[in-house]
């Protein structure tokens, strides 16, 4: 089979890379530079010309807060540019897998985990931007899984794991928001999931939206306090603190673990403990700058 790989620079796409090093499929990584997908006709011609099976769209736009201000250009990654992959996939009956998100559950909701059949209603621009692309997936007709993800890390680009890596190894205190709550997914995990499902043709017939995050719950707090205490960074005095102390224009989900049961009973397939892949991660940093 042939897969495209879209936004593979990027923290998911990096870590596609390592899930399919030896696959005995054909593997196509692009990013900005090789295929711009907010170009119509140069998705379609693309996914024409290499016969695409499957495309795997990782491209996305995630800056939460910079998207308040940056509306457009967040519609035209986040929705307009599925579209193309949407409908390129459907005229060349290819499969598409995408990334969304937690926000677009948006405010509060108590405490228990979201599932996939509970309304939506995302309360800033990433959020809903995110929602209209999975809208232009349904409405395309195109074969499509969905991937709802939620507090993405990896060993790659900026994310939350090596900010506070760095942080609570360089400064002497540290305040963390406890209020809010969910799940960390490593992106690795993710990416192995995926590839196991494209790997044993698991996608054929299982269309839909699924929920995928590690297995577990903490706030930003406990997660800040469990990569200090990994990483051996023992002098940083980490207090909690509440949402409101960090002033945002973006009303952040208060708790957004996500329920997993409808992936793992459709693709047997287990779903690491957060703190598990944490270590694995910090690890593998740790080794790298050795």
Known sequence: MNILVTGANGQLGNCMRNAARNSADNYIFTDVAELDITDANAVNKAVKSNDIDVIVNCAAYTNVDK???DVDFAELLNSTAVRNLAEAAKA????????STDYVFGGSKGNTPRTEYEPVNPTGVYGLTKLHGEQ???????????FRTAWLYSEYGKNFVKTMLNLTATKSDLKVVFDQAGTPTYAQDLADAIYHIIENRCFEGREGVYHYSNEGVCSWYDFTKVIAEIAGNNTCDIQPCHSAEFPSKVIRPSYSVLDKTKFKDMF????????DSLKTCITNLKTNEA
Request: hydrophobic share 45%.
């Open 67 to 69: 998207a308040e201000d």
């Open 92 to 99: 060349n009956n290819a499969t598409l897998i995408h990334i």
């Open 136 to 146: 232009a997936i349904r409405e395309s007709g195109v074969k499509a899984l969905i």
């Open 268 to 275: 047997g397939i287990s779903v690491p403990y957060w703190t």
